[in-house]
């Protein structure tokens, strides 16, 4: 079965601007989560949405935003990009909330901002 | 404030020995652990997890030790292939808790396998 889809792979954008990254889950998953990934921080939490509901959400700024739609894709949005936003952006997706059965990870966007 | 810690940033480790991989964590109510693994370009695969009801749990090559007294966790590799060779990151959660905080995961150990 396909896996988690993450598009672009690749985005370059400028400070200021704002940028939208786009997750398809695996077929059947209605859990999909958000992570930042830095060479400084590691891998942190952003939110997770569930059932076009926002579950949780981790200690990031209001710029970062997020919604599921009722096929269970998500989008992630980042308003007024500032240079330290660059990262490796994952997506993740569970058959239930919180994990619970373990998460499957998109291969990721890769987001520099210039 | 690192709640998960990976102390050993690398490993190496001859090919058909044993690869431990330690991880150290401070939350007490943590009590859902996952070892996952990342190749380069690729997003993290799920290894294994463990429920903090057990202490160990093995799947095949992989075997998960919790001590929870000690808050450490660790991840056995028998035998080591070179395929194994990749960045490891052992993550928690706190699910009767609502896992609020998603999960947290250490910075990784990148393992690397010797022929």
């Known amino acids: 079965k396909a896996g988690v889809t993450q598009t672009p792979r690749y985005l370059i954008k400028t400070r200021g601007q704002q940028v939208t990254l786009s997750c398809s889950p695996i077929s059947g998953h209605r859990s999909v989560s958000w992570y930042q990934q830095t060479p400084g921080q590691g891998l942190q939490f952003l939110f997770e949405?569930?059932?076009?509901?926002?579950?949780n959400k981790g200690n990031f700024p209001g710029r970062f935003s997020g919604r599921q739609f009722s096929n269970s894709r998500s989008e992630m949005n980042v308003s007024t990009l500032e240079l330290g936003d660059s990262a490796l952006y994952l997506c993740?997706?569970?058959?239930?909330?919180?994990?619970?059965?373990?998460?499957?990870f998109g291969s990721g966007t890769r987001l520099t901002v210039v | 404030d690192q709640q998960v810690k990976q102390n050993s940033p690398s490993l190496s480790v001859q090919e058909g020995r044993i690869s431990i991989l330690n991880c150290d964590y401070t939350n007490s109510m943590f009590d859902y652990f996952l070892w996952y693994k990342k190749y380069p370009a690729e997003g993290p695969t799920f290894l294994i997890s463990i429920s903090s009801i057990k202490d160990k749990n093995e799947d095949g090559r992989f075997t998960v030790f919790l001590n929870k007294s000690a808050k450490h966790l660790s991840l056995h590799i028998v035998p080591s292939q070179p395929g194994d060779s990749a960045v490891y990151f052992c993550a928690a959660s706190a699910l009767s808790g609502g896992g609020a905080d998603g999960l947290t995961f250490g910075k990784g150990t990148h393992l690397i396998i010797q022929p």
């Open positions: 993740a997706s569970s058959r239930g909330a919180q994990g619970r059965y373990g998460y499957t």
């Open positions: 949405y569930f059932s076009e509901t926002q579950r």
